[in-house]
């Protein structure tokens, strides 16, 4: 008799939440379809060093409300080489693994196509708090890190307030502003900065005494870490000018990549996940789920891989008028 197709699931890069969600949806989708399913522990790394897991249903049970990665995560120096793509593939022979599902971000998805170049059966599943991701509206974890955001800046404005003080949030997101700009729309943030409109010190500084000016008890200032401007020497410059408010400032960091996924993450996991093996099942692959529109479609890894996703300017422009 022949062995069962047999998917391999990794999970790679920075975590997000709502990995173990689409972890589950891969593996019970998998096992519903008459396919066995071994996990890669550690990303990138574990498939180098062979470390697989068989998994049924049980081991993805209580998972799907848990934040991080049941899988482990890691950022592979190795596997970035030719050499390291090569010793993949050989323990995905040696480990009988005929398909990779792979759940990650951008460079997680650069890694997935290299691998499909040499005849390896792989689907990309977008999950990246920083929502950098070429073919997806949204990946998993940015709804959970926006909300994170949301209520940490909700209390900093409460104190803020009470001491008409100008807040510096430092937001994460790497290379893009989408995290800071979304969240100074739903934070409601007087000044944003992100990497993909740069601005002075001193143009921070007149905007922030121009909300003093105009009565308001706080200004919260985003400043997206990949802005070109530290946060940590934006409130030192800021706190040595009279701007009106006195200032403080607060690094989120990773805090924004914990927790429980939202509603929103979890069904977006799933969806993914149930599409992924639906792609293997029906001979699709080389291609990363996609949310367009309503619908999750296939997106060709090549695309992914050479588009770059920006940040929609309208939305910085938003937010500036809903501070006034
Ligand atoms: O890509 C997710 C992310 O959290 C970025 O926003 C941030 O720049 C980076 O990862 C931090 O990486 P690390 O956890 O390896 O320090």
Same mark, same amino acid.
């Given at each position: 008799?022949?062995?069962?197709?047999?998917?391999?699931?990794?999970?790679?890069?920075?975590?997000?939440?709502?990995?173990?969600?689409?972890? @589950?949806?891969?593996?019970?989708?998998?096992?519903?379809?008459?396919?066995?399913?071994?996990? $890669?522990?550690?990303?990138?790394?574990?498939? =180098?060093?062979?470390?697989?897991?068989?998994?049924?249903?049980?081991?993805?049970?209580?998972?799907?409300?848990?934040?991080?990665? %049941?899988?482990?995560?890691?950022?592979?120096?190795?596997?970035?080489?030719?050499?390291?793509?090569?010793?993949? &593939?050989? #323990? =995905?022979?040696?480990?009988?693994?005929?398909?990779?599902?792979?759940?990650?971000?951008?460079?997680?998805? *650069?890694?997935?196509?290299?691998?499909?170049?040499?005849?390896?059966? %792989?689907?990309? $599943?977008?999950?990246? &708090?920083?929502?950098?991701?070429?073919?997806?509206? &949204?990946?998993?974890?940015?709804?959970?890190?926006?909300?994170?955001?949301?209520?940490?800046? +909700?209390?900093?404005? !409460?104190?803020?307030?009470?001491?008409?003080?100008?807040? =510096?949030?430092?937001?994460?997101?790497?290379?893009?502003?989408?995290?800071?700009?979304?969240?100074?729309?739903?934070?409601?943030?007087?000044?944003?900065?992100?990497?993909?409109?740069? %601005?002075?010190?001193?143009?921070?500084?007149?905007?922030?005494? !121009?909300?003093?000016?105009?009565?308001?008890?706080?200004?919260?200032?985003? *400043?997206?870490?990949?802005?070109?401007? @530290?946060?940590?020497? /934006?409130?030192?410059?800021?706190?040595?000018? +009279?701007?009106?408010?006195?200032? @403080?400032?607060? &690094?989120?960091?990773?805090?924004?990549?914990?927790?429980?996924?939202?509603?929103?993450?979890?069904? /977006?996991?799933?969806?993914?996940?149930? #599409?992924?093996?639906?792609?293997?099942?029906?001979? *699709?692959?080389?291609?990363?789920?996609?949310?367009?529109?309503?619908?999750?479609?296939? %997106?060709?890894?090549?695309?992914?891989?050479?588009?770059?996703?920006?940040?929609? =300017?309208?939305?910085?422009?938003?937010?500036?008028?809903?501070? @006034?």
């Amino acid at each position: 008799m022949a062995d069962k197709f047999t998917i391999g699931v990794l999970t790679s890069g920075g975590d997000a939440p709502g990995m173990n969600a689409a972890i @589950r949806a891969v593996v019970r989708t998998a096992l519903a379809n008459n396919m066995d399913v071994v996990g $890669i522990k550690h990303g990138y790394e574990g498939l =180098l060093n062979g470390e697989f897991n068989s998994m049924g249903p049980r081991d993805v049970g209580g998972i799907l409300q848990r934040g991080g990665t %049941v899988l482990l995560t890691s950022r592979s120096k190795h596997f970035i080489e030719p050499s390291g793509q090569r010793d993949a &593939i050989r #323990k =995905l022979n040696g480990g009988g693994i005929d398909a990779l599902i792979i759940i990650g971000g951008e460079g997680s998805m *650069n890694g997935a196509y290299a691998l499909s170049q040499q005849d390896v059966k %792989v689907i990309g $599943i977008p999950a990246s &708090i920083d929502n950098d991701i070429w073919g997806t509206s &949204i990946a998993i974890g940015t709804d959970t890190a926006m909300n994170t955001i949301m209520d940490a800046v +909700d209390k900093l404005r !409460d104190t803020a307030s009470s001491h008409q003080r100008a807040f =510096l949030v430092e937001t994460m997101g790497r290379n893009s502003g989408y995290l800071a700009v979304m969240a100074a729309i739903v934070c409601g943030a007087e000044v944003t900065l992100i990497p993909e409109v740069p %601005v002075t010190v001193e143009e921070v500084a007149l905007a922030i005494e !121009d909300a003093y000016k105009r009565s308001k008890t706080h200004a919260i200032i985003i *400043n997206a870490e990949g802005s070109g401007i @530290r946060t940590t020497e /934006l409130a030192e410059k800021i706190d040595k000018m +009279d701007v009106g408010f006195t200032t @403080r400032m607060t &690094i989120l960091g990773h805090i924004q990549r914990g927790g429980s996924p939202t509603a929103y993450d979890r069904l /977006l996991a799933s969806r993914m996940g149930v #599409k992924a093996v639906e792609a293997l099942v029906e001979g *699709n692959h080389g291609v990363m789920t996609g949310l367009k529109g309503k619908g999750i479609d296939f %997106v060709p890894l090549l695309d992914v891989i050479t588009n770059k996703r920006k940040v929609n =300017l309208e939305y910085y422009h938003m937010a500036k008028v809903l501070a @006034r």
